[in-house]
T-cell receptor, first 115, second 115 residues
C-alpha cells in the first residue's frame, strides 16, 4: 500500500510565483519523520527539510516553508518567489520509528519554473 | 569529503549478463540502502543493511543480491539482468537511528540499461 502520495505530477509556474507541493502520508506509528528531497536535472538527491511527528510547528527557512498537519496527514511544502533554479523533481518521504531508517518515497512532483 | 560514491555511473548490459554496482561511503554510517528510481514511481527500496555483515530485503528485492562485507561498502549484484531492471540506482547511507530519523545521504546514481 502506498504510504506517501504526491498527487501532483507536474506544476508549471512563472518565475516569482509561489508554488505549493502537496504530500499526504499514511502510517499507524505515533512517531515518524517526514522529509522533502529535491532532485535537480543533474540527478542527485538533495535533502531539504525534516519534520518529526511530535512537532507540528510550521517553519520558514529562506524561500522554503512547510505546513505539517497531523489531523489531515499532510506535509505540504511551499517555495516562495520561485526561481528557475527551483526547477526539479521534489520528493516527499516518510520514515517510521521502527523501520531501521528506511524511507517510503512519494512518486515525486516535477516543478518547472519558466523565466 | 566524498560522501557516498557509486560506481559505475553508467552501464549497458545485455539480457542475461551479470554485474555489480559498488557503493562506498566515508562517513562511518551504520545503515546503507539501495533504491531504484523509475518514472512515476519515486524511489523504491531494493535491499538495505543495518551493519557490517547484515542485509535485508526491501520492497523490490527480486533479481538482486547484496553484500556488506565492510562497513563502508555496500554491493548490489544482478546475476542475470532483465530489461525490467533498466533503471537509475541510488545508494544511500545514514547514521544509526536514535531519537530522530537521520537524513539519508545519497550517491549520484548509476544509470543501468538492459537491452
Amino acid at each position: 500500500a502506498q504510504k506517501v502520495t504526491q498527487a501532483q505530477t507536474e506544476i508549471s509556474v512563472v518565475e516569482k510565483e509561489d508554488v505549493t507541493l502537496d504530500c499526504v502520508y499514511e502510517t499507524r506509528d505515533t512517531t515518524y519523520y517526514l522529509f522533502w528531497y529535491k532532485q535537480p536535472p543533474s540527478g542527485e538527491l538533495v535533502f531539504l527539510i525534516r519534520r518529526n511527528s511530535f512537532d507540528e510547528q510550521n517553519e520558514i527557512s529562506g524561500r522554503y516553508s512547510w505546513n505539517f498537519q497531523k489531523s489531515t496527514s499532510s506535509f505540504n511544502f511551499t517555495i516562495t518567489a520561485s526561481q528557475v533554479v527551483d526547477s526539479a523533481v521534489y520528493f516527499c518521504a516518510l520514515s517510521e520509528d521502527d523501520s531501521w531508517g528506511k524511507f517510503q518515497f512519494g512518486a515525486g512532483t516535477q516543478v518547472v519554473v519558466t523565466p | 569529503n566524498a560522501g557516498v560514491t557509486q560506481t559505475p555511473k553508467f552501464r549497458v548490459l545485455k539480457t542475461g549478463q551479470s554485474m555489480t554496482l559498488l557503493c562506498a561511503q566515508d562517513m562511518n554510517h551504520e545503515y546503507m540502502y539501495w533504491y531504484r528510481q523509475d518514472p512515476g514511481m519515486g524511489l523504491r527500496l531494493i535491499h538495505y543493511s543495518v551493519g557490517e555483515g547484515t542485509t535485508a530485503k526491501g520492497e523490490v528485492p527480486d533479481g538482486y543480491n547484496v553484500s556488506r562485507l565492510k562497513k563502508q561498502n555496500f554491493l548490489l549484484g544482478l546475476e542475470s539482468a532483465a530489461p525490467s531492471q533498466t533503471s537509475v540506482y541510488f545508494c544511500a547511507s545514514s547514521r544509526r537511528q536514535s531519537s530522530r530519523a537521520n537524513v539519508l545521504t545519497f550517491g549520484a546514481g548509476s544509470r543501468l540499461t538492459v537491452l
